[in-house]
């Protein structure tokens, strides 16, 4: 009969077996994942790897679904003469964004980079926080982002050693634009087709006091999204785009415009553009449709021209 030593020996034996073919097992499917992840030809995805590897861009457009949908690259490159691409996502913050600049410029260093923020994007929100684990695959290419996918758990980077927790809840995505690709992105401009039904929407919305918080991991996102940008040499602009409904001014916006003063970035809100006020020219009160998108690049390679030189004689010799 098995002294009880022996048989303790043999469990700890077979526990250290089992949990190395876990961790293979972890690493392989992992790997695989990986290979999909990075070969995606359409979606989000394929949008954020182009950003994060690829390296002809001059001209790169940043920020949420009002980046993805509001700015047709095609007619920024045609009007510039150079490469564009827009790398804006759905839902995606602040946070988001300046990741994306940090592995964009890994690779290759724009002329131009193009911010299109909310008007409430410093403010607090735990949604765009826990929808930071998207990031986790670059942790494979880089880890230039983890001090901002830390934001979302300080237990984050722990559970990122799993290489299967990475794909947490995108390998149906994944596989999807893998095997299945469609797509409606062109340069990773996505335009709306529907048209908003003005009826239900109303222009006017009730003033809001300024009570809402500021989150500090924002404001040091776009204080470092500037400092990137300033150090590489790489001309910032800052827009808020149109929407059909008045926005609020926040404490969130009122800190930004003094942000983009203070470091001399040309900032501009256009957010109740007079021409940009009819309904035929939104899918909804947030967003442009095609045809508003196609008018407000058109307006926004119009600011561009018109302050490029400006502004970047002095954006560019200011101290560091």
Not at 7 to 28: P, S, T, Y
Not at 107 to 116: E, G, R
Not at 129 to 135: A, M, V
Request: charged residues 20%.
């Amino acid at each position: 009969m098995q002294s009880l030593k022996t048989k303790n020996k043999q469990f700890l034996i077979r526990a250290v077996l089992f949990l190395l073919i876990i961790i293979c097992i972890d690493q392989l499917i992992g790997a695989v994942l990986y290979y999909f992840f990075t070969h995606q030809n359409t979606g989000e995805f394929a949008v954020a790897n182009h950003v994060a590897f690829n390296k002809d861009e001059e001209i790169l457009v940043l920020g949420s679904s009002r980046a993805s949908h509001h700015y047709n690259s095609s007619t920024i490159k045609n009007s510039f003469g150079l490469n564009c691409y827009n790398g804006g996502r759905d839902g995606e913050g602040l946070l988001y964004s300046t990741a994306m600049l940090q592995l964009a410029l890994q690779h290759h260093i724009p002329q131009y980079v193009i911010l299109d923020i909310n008007s409430d994007a410093l403010d607090q929100n735990k949604d765009e926080k826990d929808k930071l684990s998207i990031l986790l695959p670059f942790l494979q290419q880089s880890d230039v982002i983890k001090d901002i996918i830390k934001e979302r758990s300080p237990f984050e980077m722990y559970k990122s050693l799993s290489k299967t927790y990475r794909y947490n809840g995108q390998v149906l995505s994944i596989l999807q634009h893998h095997f299945l690709p469609s797509s409606k992105y062109i340069l990773g401009f996505n335009a709306l087709d529907e048209k908003m039904d003005a009826s239900k929407v109303t222009t006017k919305t009730a003033f809001t006091p300024y009570a809402d918080l500021v989150d500090p991991a924002n404001i040091k996102a776009l204080v470092s999204f500037i400092t990137i940008c300033k150090t590489n040499q790489v001309q910032l602009f800052v827009f808020i785009s149109p929407r059909y409904n008045d926005d609020t001014k926040l404490n969130s916006y009122l800190k930004i415009k003094n942000l983009c003063k203070d470091h001399h970035i040309p900032f501009q809100d256009f957010t109740n553009n007079s021409v940009l006020k009819r309904p035929e020219y939104y899918a909804d009160r947030a967003h442009l449709n095609g045809i508003g998108a196609n008018l407000y690049t058109d307006t926004v390679i119009s600011f561009i021209k018109k302050n490029i030189q400006t502004n970047k004689a002095m954006y560019l010799t200011q101290e560091q």
